[in-house]
């Protein structure tokens, strides 16, 4: 079956550094690609997205670009801030069919 | 105006115990879905409802048990509680035909059984 592949964490990173978070996904086709983010206490929120290959999704200064070669779908941001701290998820969905995610990835910034 | 809303937020109960958690979205979405997240943060889809219909019954115990009364609302019900259902159990909803949407999220109920 579909299956995402995250990068293990915990991941704790000094402020202003790069950040990378991998993720890869097992699928038949091109599935629509997400990264969710969840802060501390509440729930997941969509952080961006990409529907195809060679699509970037971009958000609050992160990026992930649509790999079809690699099938991989990682997180960066080129400084990261405290307020970054959370848990990042990857997913893949195919139209209406369910949201597959990844296992996450706890980042944490220190000052 | 939240979008997706779950209640009770936390919910502290003792085993054997039966339990609902409600959820309500105002977004106009076809389909709601339950999810348990447990300590380790790793998601878990349990149920998927379209206008009512349930459409994915994941392996989970009989004991959980969701029902729609409308497109708009999707309570879980949960008898005889165990140790083992402390969790938090997000809610959430998309709307169909937008392929490339992912889905809303509420803010999660966290569930302990003591």
């Known amino acids: 079956g579909d299956s995402v592949t995250q990068m293990e964490g915990p991941v704790t990173l000094s402020e202003e550094a790069f950040l990378t978070i991998n993720c890869t996904y097992t699928a038949t086709g091109y599935p629509s690609l997400f990264w969710y983010v969840q802060y501390p206490g509440e729930g997941l929120q969509l952080l961006l997205k990409?529907?195809?290959?060679?699509d970037k999704g971009s958000n609050k200064g992160f990026e992930a670009t649509y790999r079809k070669e690699t099938t991989s779908f990682h997180l960066e941001k080129g400084s990261v801030q405290v307020s970054d701290s959370a848990v990042y998820f990857c997913?893949?969905?195919?139209?209406?069919?369910?949201?597959?995610f990844g296992t996450g990835t706890r980042l944490t910034i220190i000052p | 105006d939240t979008a997706v809303s779950q209640t009770p937020k936390y919910l502290v109960t003792q085993m054997g115990n039966d339990k609902s958690i409600k959820c309500e979205q105002n977004?106009?979405?076809?389909?709601m879905y339950w999810y348990k997240q447990d300590s380790k943060k790793f998601l878990k889809i349990m149920f998927s409802?379209?206008?009512?219909?349930?459409?994915i019954n994941e392996t989970v115990p009989n004991r959980f048990s969701p029902k729609s009364p409308d497109k708009a609302h999707l309570n879980l019900h949960i008898n005889s509680l165990e140790l083992g259902d402390s969790a938090v159990y997000f809610c959430?909803?998309?709307?169909?035909?937008?392929?490339?949407?992912?889905?809303?999220f509420g803010s999660g109920t966290r569930l302990t059984v003591v």
């Open positions: 409802y379209n206008n009512k219909e349930l459409i």
């Open positions: 977004l106009g979405h076809d389909t």
């Open positions: 959430a909803s998309s709307q169909d035909g937008i392929y490339n949407y992912g889905y809303t």
């Open positions: 990409a529907t195809k290959a060679d």
């Open positions: 997913a893949l969905k195919f139209g209406n069919e369910k949201l597959t």
